[in-house]
């Protein structure tokens, strides 16, 4: 999902963060239909891929945007980029309702992992 991601924002040229419902949707689902009916696994585990995804999607987005910047390549600027460059481009690209999208994708994850609903398992 990061490479699809990553490669749909970078056409785009927009960090198309409604993606982050749709790796949580696949994310989760893989997780469901993956799983042996008779094995449970934890309810953390869909979520945590979903915010693991969107993170390192979003920093290869980040990094993207500053190789354009600066005329580095993609690795050097992935590597070289910390965490406080990394956020204040974020603060400074994302809007309220792109914020609101990739904070809605863990709970997406959850509810379609159906680990939030109950803790019956239901087969695909």
Same mark, same amino acid.
């Given at each position: 999902?990061?490479?699809?991601?990553?490669?749909? @924002? !970078?056409?785009?040229?927009?960090?198309?963060?409604?993606?982050? %419902?749709? !790796?949580?949707?696949?994310?989760?689902?893989?997780?469901?239909?993956?799983?042996?009916?008779?094995?449970?696994? $934890?309810?953390?585990?869909? $979520?945590?891929?979903?915010?693991?995804?969107?993170?390192?999607?979003?920093? %290869?987005?980040?990094?993207? =945007?500053?190789?354009?910047?600066?005329?580095?390549?993609?690795?050097?600027?992935?590597?070289?980029?910390?965490?406080? %460059?990394?956020?204040? %481009?974020?603060?400074?690209?994302?809007? $309220?309702?792109?914020?609101?999208?990739?904070?809605?994708?863990?709970?997406? !994850?959850?509810?379609? @992992? =159906?680990?939030?609903?109950?803790?019956?398992?239901?087969? $695909?």
């Amino acid at each position: 999902m990061m490479a699809v991601w990553f490669t749909l @924002s !970078a056409g785009a040229d927009d960090a198309l963060c409604w993606f982050a %419902l749709v !790796a949580a949707a696949d994310i989760a689902l893989l997780e469901r239909w993956m799983r042996a009916r008779d094995q449970h696994s $934890p309810a953390w585990i869909a $979520p945590a891929l979903t915010l693991l995804c969107c993170l390192a999607s979003l920093w %290869l987005i980040t990094a993207l =945007n500053v190789s354009y910047a600066t005329g580095f390549g993609l690795h050097t600027s992935a590597g070289g980029m910390g965490f406080g %460059l990394f956020s204040s %481009l974020l603060a400074m690209r994302l809007q $309220p309702l792109d914020w609101s999208l990739l904070a809605a994708s863990p709970v997406l !994850a959850l509810i379609l @992992s =159906n680990a939030g609903l109950s803790g019956r398992r239901q087969s $695909p």
